[in-house]
């Protein structure tokens, strides 16, 4: 399985963003999906999934309102628009797939992507 996240960059505060991950080597449709961040000097936590279908999603307080999670299963992808950024948002992102049906933990991820940058300034 392979996940290749991309899309992040810098942005100010306040601005918009979509970080992007392909998905290849599974049946993308039957697994869950999540997206992580790991800030400097942080450990790694949990932002947002997705079930298999895209019907069911899950969001961590502090993006609550703000990110949207999605997928497309024809296209292997899954998405993360975040709106509103703040520079507590500045993180590196991961995608990540799952056998559960929301994944909140890190422990329900097998496969990880490499992440992308997303620079928040202030």
């Known amino acids: 399985v392979q996940l290749q996240a991309s899309g992040g960059g810098l942005v100010q505060a306040g601005g918009s963003l979509r970080v992007s991950c392909a998905a290849s080597?599974?049946?993308?449709?039957?697994?869950?999906m999540g997206w992580f961040r790991q800030g400097p000097g942080k450990e790694r936590e949990f932002v947002a999934a997705?079930?298999?279908?895209?019907?069911?999603?899950y969001y961590a307080d502090s993006v609550k309102g703000r990110f949207t999670i999605s997928r497309d299963n024809a296209k292997n992808m899954v998405y993360l628009q975040m709106n509103s950024l703040k520079p507590e948002d500045t993180a590196v992102y991961y995608c990540?797939?799952?056998?559960?049906?929301?994944?909140?933990?890190?422990?329900?991820?097998?496969?990880w992507g490499q992440g992308t940058q997303v620079t928040v300034s202030s």
């Open positions: 997705i079930s298999w279908s895209g019907g069911s999603t």
């Open positions: 990540a797939s799952t056998r559960t049906i929301l994944g909140r933990t890190l422990y329900d991820y097998d496969y």
């Open positions: 080597g599974r049946t993308f449709s039957r697994y869950g």
